[in-house]
């Protein structure tokens, strides 16, 4: 069955330094992956999308890459900041699917 | 402007009985979406409507739960004798539904958090 994991359920890192949470998949070949970021009783909302053709993608402090190959891609957040934590998800999609498919999250802490 | 609005935002209910939880997409989205998030999991699909089209209901769990959408607009999403494994938060986005699910921006509501005694 498709599965999806992220690396972990908390990641704790000092402000500052460069977080990198993982999404890693399984029994899937999705054309398009998304990340989200969840904060404590609010709804996730979008940050960025990348394609199967793209390596790379970047906004600001965020970076995506995504390997088809290895079935993974990776989220770094540059310069953390305590207002950075929150939960993310990563979500996958296939090109004429409309079934989005979530992990479970990771959730990161920026300590001062 | 105003986002995705979701009622009620808390609803305790005892096993058996009917609940329906309402979402106000964004004014001028044609999709819609409901996910449902149980402790510790990521979003559940559950339901897609786009415009007039027949909705995709593939993810609904269950023929105990249904969810409709009146005018292109509102959707409620009803869940007949809830049982205990129905508790979680049950959250709706909307998109423009201009590129398709797989590359539109989805603006999520807050959430109604469900628990069925």
């Known amino acids: 069955s498709q599965k999806i994991e992220q690396n972990s359920e908390a990641l704790n890192i000092q402000e500052g330094k460069t977080a990198t949470l993982t999404c890693n998949y399984t029994?899937?070949?999705?054309?398009?992956l998304q990340w989200y970021r969840q904060d404590p009783g609010r709804g996730p909302v979008f940050l960025l999308l990348i394609r199967e053709n793209e390596k790379e993608k970047r906004k600001e402090r965020l970076k995506v890459t995504f390997d088809t190959t290895l079935k993974q891609s990776l989220f770094h957040i540059t310069a953390s900041q305590p207002a950075d934590s929150a939960t993310y998800l990563c979500a996958l999609l296939r090109s004429s699917a409309s079934k989005i498919i979530f992990g479970s999250g990771t959730r990161l802490s920026i300590r001062p | 402007g105003a986002g995705v609005s979701q009622s009620p935002s808390n609803k305790v209910t005892e096993k058996g009985k009917d609940v329906e939880l309402r979402c106000d997409p964004i004014?001028?989205?044609?999709?819609l979406y409901w996910y449902r998030q149980s402790l510790g999991q990521g979003l559940e699909f559950l339901i897609y409507?786009?415009?007039?089209?027949?909705?995709?209901k593939s993810g609904l769990p269950s023929d105990r739960f249904s969810a409709e959408r009146t005018g292109g607009s509102v959707s409620t999403l009803t869940i007949q004798r809830t049982q205990q494994e129905d508790s979680a938060v049950y959250l709706c986005a909307s998109s423009w539904g201009t590129s398709g699910p797989s590359t539109d921006t989805q603006y999520f509501g807050p959430g109604t958090r469900l628990t069925v005694l």
């Open positions: 029994n899937y070949s999705p054309a398009y």
């Open positions: 004014s001028g989205h044609t999709a």
């Open positions: 409507f786009q415009g007039n089209s027949a909705p995709d």
